[in-house]
């Protein structure tokens, strides 16, 4: 008898098909197994605002069989207990070898020293450059430095037509970014057991202040596409989406600060799978299911519909992605990133700590002035101290 696994997703638009293609795949290919795959829509409004809050709506929901989720839903699931881990799997007869995810990927699912997901894309970020007003600029060379990306930024904004008005920026992107910064400043988000805020610090209110001024240079828009920005901090969907087809644009690596760090997914972190179902029938389909995605025709199928980079090195290794990179010769600037990517941590706080850092940054520039140093300062310790509040609670739990 066929066993039935039903399958909630995020991925839509051009990429839905690809999942689609993808399921379809799988359940060619096994016939005791059938995945249902359902666009998780429910409780999420048109511009996917809710997903990006402190809670996604399926956590008051049944879940299904097999669930997609950003990472930093993964520790409130399982404290929730509503996912089961993943170790017993993953070392099993069917198992995966830990060594061939990149370094540190398997880090952003690990919770209270278990594995409770598979991440199964690699979403660095990195600067997309609009050409053309370098070129009107006069900039003959693309930033590699946050100090180069400060100085095109001013260089680029002017009013380029006399009204009195900016037309020109320079520089634009999420304020949900803001973590990369304080990577790279040298501070970090958690102190290494997790258990108190560490991006409360002076390389972190250096990062806000440098963010807050190069932000001075944003037009009133995250839209590169719009043609009047010269760089924007972005994802791997802007490349693969066209949306900027119209441009001529470059993409290059995400400018260096005191340390090279990246991220391996978005504001959410990494895009995962986790096993809601606990009949051992259907937990072990849903292993089959989720063990597709790390195998080379699966995880192929997964790259062609999203263009995201594979987190297995057998797989970006392999003669079949290097094909598959080739057509797309901006992506380098992504792969390359790989190799300091960092886990956003792994803990029920972390998307409280996403919102306050993300308030600190709206907090930091307030009509086109950026904040001092000091300013800085006392905004993150104000913000800080909420996370610190929601870390002691567990900690005394």
């Known amino acids: 008898m066929r066993k039935t696994l039903t399958f909630e997703h995020l991925v839509s638009d051009q990429r839905g098909s690809g999942m689609q293609a993808l399921v379809d795949g799988f359940n060619a290919r096994h016939a005791d197994v059938e995945v249902t795959p359902r666009l998780l829509t429910d409780g999420i409004s048109d511009d996917g605002t809710e997903m990006f809050g402190l809670l996604p709506p399926y956590l008051g929901n049944a879940l299904p069989d097999v669930v997609m989720v950003y990472g930093e839903f993964v520790a409130t699931l399982a404290d929730q207990d509503r996912i089961r881990p993943l170790d017993d799997f993953i070392a099993g007869p069917d198992g995966i070898d830990r060594a061939d995810f990149v370094p540190g990927a398997l880090e952003t699912v ?26 009107q600029a006069g900039i003959g060379s693309l930033p590699a430095t946050w100090g180069d990306v400060f100085q095109a930024a001013i260089t680029l904004t002017a009013d380029t037509d006399g009204d009195g008005q900016t037309d020109r920026y320079g520089y634009t992107d999420s304020t949900f970014q803001a973590p990369l910064f304080m990577w790279q400043a040298g501070a970090e988000l958690l102190s290494e057991d997790l258990t108190r805020v560490a991006f409360d610090s002076e390389p972190g209110a250096q990062a806000l202040k440098y963010h807050a001024d190069l932000r001075t240079y944003s037009p009133p828009h995250t839209h590169l596409e719009r043609g009047d920005v010269g760089m924007k901090l972005s994802i791997i969907e802007n ?27 978005g504001a959410g972190s990494a895009l995962c799978l986790a096993i809601a179902c606990r009949e051992p029938e259907c937990e072990q389909a849903a292993w089959r299911f989720l063990r597709w995605f790390t195998t080379q025709q699966g995880l192929m199928d997964w790259v062609r519909a999203t263009g995201h980079v594979p987190l297995l090195r057998s797989v970006l290794e392999s003669a079949e992605y290097q094909e598959f990179a080739a057509r797309w010769p901006k992506l380098r600037a992504f792969i390359e ?24 940054v709206h907090e930091s520039q307030r009509d086109d002035r950026s904040c001092t140093l000091s300013e800085a300062r006392e905004i993150l310790h104000r913000h800080a101290a909420q996370v610190q509040q929601a870390l002691d609670r567990r900690v005394r739990v």
């Open 337 to 360: 990133q790989l190799g300091i990517c960092r886990a956003r941590p792994c803990v029920p706080e972390y998307p409280l700590l996403k919102w306050a850092i993300n308030g600190a």
């Open 239 to 265: 490349y693969f989406s066209g949306r900027y087809e119209h441009l001529d644009y470059a993409i290059v690596p995400l400018p260096h600060g005191r340390r090279a760090a990246n991220s391996f997914g």
């Open 110 to 135: 690990r919770y209270r020293e278990q594995t409770w997901a598979l991440p199964i894309e690699g979403n660095p970020y990195a600067l997309f450059c609009n050409l053309a007003l370098f070129e």
